[in-house]
Each structure stands twice: as C-alpha cells, then as structure tokens.
C-alpha cells in the first residue's frame, strides 16, 4: 500500500499538464486570448512545466494550413 501523499508530485504534474492544455485549445478555438503568463494558481516550481506543456499544446493545435506554410519556410 502507498504511503498518504505519495502520489500527490504526479497528481499535481497532471494537473499543470492539464491546465496548459486547456488553455492552449481555449486559444486554439479564439475563446482566450494567447497569454505568456502562468496562472497564479500554479506553483512557482511548475511554472517552467506549465511554459513548456503550454508549447507543447499550442504546436499541436496549430491549425493545418497555419502547419502548411512554416514546413513551406
């Protein structure tokens, strides 16, 4: 059995994973703005992570003609 609060590190990655994500398709259907600030309620030690996911997200909802023209340049 694990100990209490074991998995509480993974849980939190998951969920700054999860918020940059959402955030990212949130832009990707223009219903947010495109931001480069971490949301407050993320730790000061996941905000890379967050930065980084939040990359990660953005290139995979490019749209395709968007895709098209940098693999054109």
């Given at each position: 059995m694990a100990k209490l609060g074991e998995n509480v590190p993974?849980?939190?990655d998951k969920a700054v994973d999860f918020m940059a994500?959402?955030?990212a398709f949130m832009e990707y259907l223009k219903k947010s703005p495109r931001m480069s600030r971490v949301p407050e309620q993320i730790p000061e030690a996941k905000a890379t992570l967050f930065l980084e996911r939040l990359e990660y997200y953005r290139n995979l909802y490019k749209p395709v003609c968007e895709q098209e023209s940098e693999s054109q340049n």
């Open positions: 993974q849980v939190i994500s959402s955030q």
